[in-house]
């Protein structure tokens, strides 16, 4: 069975910092761009950053540019999304996500398979 499974959410303070992990079966991850989303109350899904498989390309979106990094473990088959100097503004569900993203545009499109999402809550 293909599936990605998040963990690592919760609350944090302002300033804080948290470590998504997103742990693939069924499929091998290297084969695939991989990447995580997010989606806050009414609004709309945005990439947070995505990863090659072939060239170590990232790419960040410019709200978190310079607090988030991810990488991947290939031996262990995961993902990971560090997160630091968290704001309110940060606070969705996170979602993590598997495709084919050649030109790494981290657009929701191109990724087929997805976890089941991990609720991140920044607050004091």
Known sequence: ?????????????????LRLSCAASGFTLSGYATGWFRQAPGLEREGVACSS???GTT?????????VTISRDNAKNTVYLQMDSLTPE??????????????????????????????VTVSS
């Not at 069975?1 to 919760?10: A, I, M, P, R, T």
């Open 59 to 67: 790419y960040y979106a410019e709200a978190v540019k310079g607090r």
């Open 53 to 55: 498989n072939t060239d």
């Open 90 to 119: 940060d606070t969705a569900v996170y979602y993590c996500a598997a495709g084919f993203d050649p030109m790494l545009y981290c657009g929701g499109d191109y990724y087929g398979v997805w976890g089941q999402g991990t609720q």
């Open 1 to 17: 069975q293909v599936q990605l499974v998040e963990s690592g959410g919760g609350l944090v303070q302002p300033g804080g910092s």
